[in-house]
């Protein structure tokens, strides 16, 4: 779907589950977001325990992880589909929503990783993912409100409190 640059929210985008069904971003709006390109080959895939526990900790106060899986780096995401969440919910038991693998660089990026990195799509910063697990925080309005680079901890106190002062 496409955005203007005057929009700077992520609620008009469609994205697509792990089954290829189409999934609205306008259902996230209301709530904070965490939006993470994952990979279940990665040095950083222990994050997904972190992620679970960030999760866990905040999702009652309207706090929701998209997690979008990603081959973009190192060929670290060789999985595909249902595989994915068969491979999260094994070794890290994640419950947060897992979408459809995308690419999040180069020219087949998605677009909502293209609104995600870009300043003069998003209003707030240019930031593109250099490898898994970069995050990007959302505020209830779908606007972009920071950014973690994949060594950044999801259960790191810089996260937790960026998180708290959105909810």
């Excluded at 595909?80 to 419950?95: H, P, S, V, Y």
Aim: glycine share 6%; proline share 5%; charged share 25%.
């Amino acid at each position: 779907m496409q955005t203007t640059s005057a929009t700077k929210s992520i609620h008009q985008f469609s994205v697509k589950n792990l089954k290829g069904e189409p999934v609205s971003l306008a259902d996230y709006e209301g709530k904070v977001l965490l939006i993470v390109n994952t990979a279940s080959r990665c040095g950083f895939t222990p994050q997904l325990k972190q992620m679970e526990e960030l999760y866990q900790a905040y999702k009652d106060r309207g706090f929701e992880i998209l997690a979008f899986p990603s081959n973009n780096f190192g060929a670290q995401e060789p999985l595909e589909g249902e595989a994915i969440q068969e491979f999260c919910d094994l070794n890290f038991r994640t419950t947060f929503p897992l979408f459809d693998k995308v690419h999040v660089k180069g020219p087949e990026v998605s677009e909502l990783f293209a609104f995600l990195a870009d300043k003069s799509r998003n209003g707030k910063t240019s930031s593109r993912p250099r490898w898994n697990f970069h995050k990007y925080l959302i505020d209830k309005d779908g606007r972009v409100a920071d950014f973690f680079y994949s060594f950044t901890k999801p259960t790191a106190g810089r996260v937790k409190k960026a998180i708290e002062g959105l909810l």
